[in-house]
């Protein structure tokens, strides 16, 4: 995995550089125009923090059951990336917002669960980080209820009437669209791999470092 | 007299502020149609959005590889000078 880390992080760089320019030669959309390209950037990063909660959400399960240390520090660090790339949803869809629906902001059922969600995985690094013995049990339950929140989320504007689009349109996006819009997707992935095993790799540290205090102690 | 007034009044307002009540959220948009161009007075007002869109995206990025770096160094530190104490005791 470590041999795999190099050649995974330099070509997620490249996608990185080379997803605006794909996304720049896509086509404008009839009723929103320039401002829909966003959504390339916008749905990738939901995709991929729905993905790190459910890594979050295995994990957390494992580490609940069997005290896995290595399943907890899995937990951790994909918590902090679920949390990393709710914030740049939450942050694009906005400024997409802005200029499709005249305001920044909508108490619609979908975007205020998703900010629920956001909220959620922030409580579970701050119970973490504050909690003292036993914070990383509470901290995986957090992560299961986080999981659990995830079809709503995704489902709100099939269940409630939002102003949001509605998750047809993914499935019906024309080639054109829908190139650029995979492509952003393979490269929010690989940035979801390439940092889950940075944190985990530090997680490793801090454990390893654990070890030698109690060593010295000892 | 003032009865009638008063009938009439409530039944205006009943029917005046009805459809207001009963607003609703227009339907989210179902399907995306691709066009060649986007008209001119769109794209001025659009741009500076979807260029801090994607330039928070890379920022956010930036940062976070930082603070992991930055908590890296921290631990590494930490467990060099741990590792020049221990062989003292």
């Known amino acids: 995995m470590r041999k795999a880390f190099g050649p995974l992080a330099a070509l997620t760089g490249l996608m990185l550089v080379g997803a605006p320019l794909m996304v720049a030669r896509a086509p404008y959309e009839s009723t929103m125009g320039l401002v829909q390209k966003i959504f390339y950037f916008h749905v990738p990063s939901w995709f991929a923090m729905f993905t790190a909660i459910g890594i979050c959400g295995v994990a957390s399960l494992i580490h609940l059951f069997k005290t896995s240390p290595r399943a907890d520090r899995i937990a951790e660090a994909a918590a902090e990336i679920a949390v990393l790339f709710g914030l740049m949803g939450l942050v694009t869809g906005p ?59 995704y489902e709100a504007v099939n269940i409630w009437r939002t102003i949001h689009p509605l998750t047809s349109v993914v499935p019906t996006l024309p080639a054109t669209m829908g190139g650029p819009f995979w492509f952003c997707v393979a490269t929010f992935m690989l940035l979801l791999v390439v940092l889950l095993m940075l944190r985990v790799n530090l997680g490793k540290r801090q454990a390893a470092l654990d070890e030698l205090y109690l060593a010295y102690e000892d | 007299m003032h009865l ?57 990025v930036m940062v976070y590889l930082w603070t992991i770096w930055r908590r890296l160094n921290k631990v590494e530190d930490e467990m060099r000078a741990l590792a020049q104490k221990l062989p003292r005791r």
Do not use: N
Not at chain 2, 9 to 26: I, V, W
């Open chain 2, 4 to 60: 009638r007034r008063l009938l009439t009044a409530l039944t205006s307002f009943a029917l005046f502020s009805s459809p207001a009540l009963a607003g609703q959220a227009p339907a989210g948009q179902g399907a995306f149609v691709p066009v060649d161009s986007v008209p001119l007075a769109d794209q001025l007002p659009a741009a500076p959005l979807l260029v801090t869109a994607y330039a928070f995206v890379w920022i956010a």
């Open chain 1, 95 to 153: 400024l997409w917002g802005r200029k499709a629906w005249g305001v920044w902001w909508q108490w619609d059922a979908k975007l205020t669960i998703a900010l629920l969600l956001e909220m959620t995985f922030i409580s579970g690094i701050l119970v973490r980080k504050y909690g003292g013995p036993g914070s990383d049990k509470l901290a995986a339950a957090v992560g299961i209820f986080g999981l659990a929140v995830v079809p709503f989320v």
